[in-house]
């Protein structure tokens, strides 16, 4: 049998309605597809078994994608990026590394270590003074 790949195509912004999909032009003859291989995505919160809405998907499973297709899927999803004329944006974010977030925590300890010892040091200063005070 044959196994197919997931393309991730693009993004075409939708219509204030979520009722109404937008038009996509899918191409019927074969084109050349580049761009990179990413793992199925497998982080993510639903709060329902039922999650899928005709051609509106909450999010993608590759299990429950094949068997309501009935196909093979390859365990990778094609993030296309080449532009191939259908109209569909392709501007993907980079893979986030968190190190922002990371180094952000790490200043707010720093600065609040700081904090504590310039707080101990005053007190200190004040209790040495106070106890003078009372010779």
Known sequence: STRMVLVKRGWVQASPVRTELPTI???????????????PTSRFVELSERTESGPVWQNLKF??????Y???LQPILLQQDNDTGDGLL????????????????????FAMSG????????????????????L
């Open 25 to 39: 032009a899918t191409p019927r003859e074969t084109l050349t597809v580049q761009g990179i291989a990413l793992p």
């Open 63 to 68: 299990d429950r994608f094949a068997a309501q």
């Open 115 to 134: 904090c504590i010892v310039v707080i101990y040091v005053v007190l200190q200063f004040r209790a040495k003074q106070k106890a003078q005070r009372a």
């Open 90 to 109: 392709r501007a993907w974010l980079p893979p986030a590394t968190g190190i922002d977030r990371h180094q952000a925590y790490a200043l707010q300890w």
């Open 70 to 72: 009935r196909v093979e």
